[in-house]
C-alpha cells in the first residue's frame, strides 16, 4: 500500500502568516495515464471535508488563491500564503494513483 | 449544485448488519465513480470501497473485504453499501463520496456505532 507521510503533525500559525504542510508518498503518484492524483482536503471542526485542490496543484472553484499546491512524484507541498481564522481545521493529503487509495495521518493549523 | 445526502447509519451491536444509502442530485450519477469513505472517532480518514459507473470493477479496503458489499442503481441516483458482520473497530461517520481518484463532492456524513 501507498504511504503517505504528512508534516508537522500540528502547525501554530499566526494570523497572516504563511504555513506549509508536506506530503511524501512511498512511491510515485504519477498514474499510467500520466495523470498524478493528489489531493488536498481541509476538514473544518465539525465539517464534511472539502477538497482543495488535485492533481497535486489545481485549486477547486471557489478555493481562495492563498492556497496553492506543488509538487510531483512522491514529494508534495500545500501552501497557505497568509493564514486566515477560517483557515484553522485539519488537513489531508489523499492519493488516487493506486489501489488502495489512500490518506495522509493529517496536520492541524491551529492559530497561535 | 452536486449534493450526496447519506441515510441509513445507527447504532448496531456486534456481528449485525446495517445498510447505508447515498442518493444523489445536480449531476449525471451514472457518468461517475463513487466511493464510500469512512472516519473513526477522532481519527483521519479511510477509504472504503469504491464502484465503477457500471458496477463493473468494485474494490474494497482489506479490512472490510467479504464483509461490506459497494452497490448502485443509477435509475434511483443512488450507492449503497451492505455492512455485514460489524465490528467496534466499524465505528465511524461513513461520507458517500463522488469519483474515484479525484473525490471532489462529499456527503455530509451518516454515523455507525457498533458498539
Known amino acids: 500500500d501507498v504511504v503517505l507521510t504528512q508534516s508537522p503533525l500540528s502547525l501554530p500559525v499566526t494570523l497572516g502568516q504563511p504555513a506549509s504542510i508536506s506530503c511524501r508518498s512511498s512511491?510515485?503518484?504519477?498514474?499510467?495515464?500520466?495523470?498524478?492524483?493528489l489531493n488536498w482536503f481541509q476538514q473544518r471542526p465539525g465539517q464534511s471535508p472539502r477538497r482543495l485542490l488535485y492533481y497535486g496543484s489545481k485549486r477547486d472553484s471557489g478555493v481562495p488563491e492563498r492556497f496553492s499546491g506543488s509538487g510531483s512524484g512522491t514529494e508534495f507541498t500545500l501552501r497557505i500564503s497568509g493564514v486566515e481564522a477560517e483557515d484553522v481545521g485539519v488537513y489531508y493529503c489523499m492519493q488516487g494513483t493506486h489501489w488502495p487509495l489512500t490518506f495522509g495521518g493529517g496536520t492541524t493549523v491551529e492559530i497561535k | 449544485e452536486a449534493q450526496l445526502v447519506e441515510s441509513g447509519g445507527g447504532l448496531v451491536q456486534p456481528g449485525g448488519s446495517l445498510r447505508l444509502s447515498c442518493v444523489a442530485s445536480?449531476?449525471?450519477?451514472?457518468?461517475?465513480?463513487m466511493t464510500w469513505m469512512r472516519q473513526g472517532p477522532g481519527k483521519g480518514l479511510e477509504w472504503v470501497a469504491s464502484?465503477?459507473?457500471?458496477?463493473?470493477?468494485?474494490y474494497y479496503v482489506d479490512s472490510v473485504k467479504g464483509r461490506f458489499t459497494i452497490s448502485r442503481d443509477n435509475a434511483k441516483d443512488a450507492l449503497y453499501l451492505q455492512m455485514n458482520s460489524l465490528r467496534a473497530e466499524d465505528t465511524a461517520v461513513y461520507y458517500c463520496?463522488?469519483?474515484?481518484?479525484?473525490?471532489?463532492?462529499w456527503g455530509q456524513g451518516t454515523t455507525v456505532t457498533v458498539s
Open positions: 445536480g449531476f449525471s450519477f451514472s457518468s461517475y465513480w
Open positions: 464502484m465503477r459507473q457500471d458496477g463493473g470493477e468494485r
Open positions: 512511491r510515485s503518484l504519477v498514474h499510467s495515464d500520466g495523470n498524478t492524483y
Open positions: 463520496v463522488r469519483g474515484r481518484s479525484n473525490m471532489d463532492v
